[in-house]
């Protein structure tokens, strides 16, 4: 409810990936979310799933339930954990923001990417979908050798060029836009 009324809410104390969907929000005045980077999705080396176990806003949904949080439940029971929104990612155009804190260097860094939700069946919980990018294998390995988190926030629009521009000229983050030439 938070982030459908135009107020991040990230997961597990991620302050980087909420300035990241804060971020988004501004460029585009709409919904962001906090998804986790996750496995490749089946042979296509240029798709993978993005899930999070769901705190999404209901914009970003083909269709929804609201159920017991399935992981707080195994901790906490049902009766304590009702009011999840878990649904599939509508098929539209993505544009993802990682941003972290670059202690090495004393600067704030970033990497952008776009891509597309697709249809391609996916049998699991929370809040998720199939995304395809291209080059995606040099995207992954990009963060886990930048020391980049497992999050990533989400917007529904293409905002890439805008989200680049503003975060490189004029606040002189280190900002790589994955796919800025395809």
Not at 41 to 59: E, I, R
Not at 154 to 166: F, H, K, P, Q, S
Request: aromatic share 10%; with cysteine.
């Amino acid at each position: 409810m938070f982030s459908e009324g135009l107020v991040p809410a990230a997961c597990e104390v991620d302050i980087a990936g909420l300035i990241g969907m804060y971020i988004l929000q501004i460029a585009t005045n709409t919904p962001s979310a906090i998804l986790d980077w996750n496995n490749n999705y089946g042979d296509d080396p240029n798709k993978m799933v993005l899930f999070h176990c769901s705190n999404l806003p209901k914009s970003f949904f083909k269709d929804t339930k609201i159920t017991i949080h399935p992981i707080i439940s195994d901790l906490k029971g049902g009766e304590v954990s009702y009011g999840a929104i878990q649904g599939r990612i509508k098929s539209e155009l993505v544009t993802l923001l990682r941003i972290e804190t670059d202690d090495f260097m004393g600067e704030m860094k970033a990497i952008i990417a776009e891509g597309e939700y697709t249809d391609d069946a996916l049998d699991t919980f929370g809040g998720y979908g199939v995304v395809k990018i291209p080059n995606l294998q040099y995207l992954l390995k990009k963060l886990c050798y930048g020391g980049f988190a497992h999050h990533v926030a989400a917007t529904l629009n293409e905002v890439g060029i805008i989200v680049y521009e503003a975060l490189s000229s004029y606040l002189g983050w280190n900002v790589e836009f994955h796919n800025k030439d395809q």
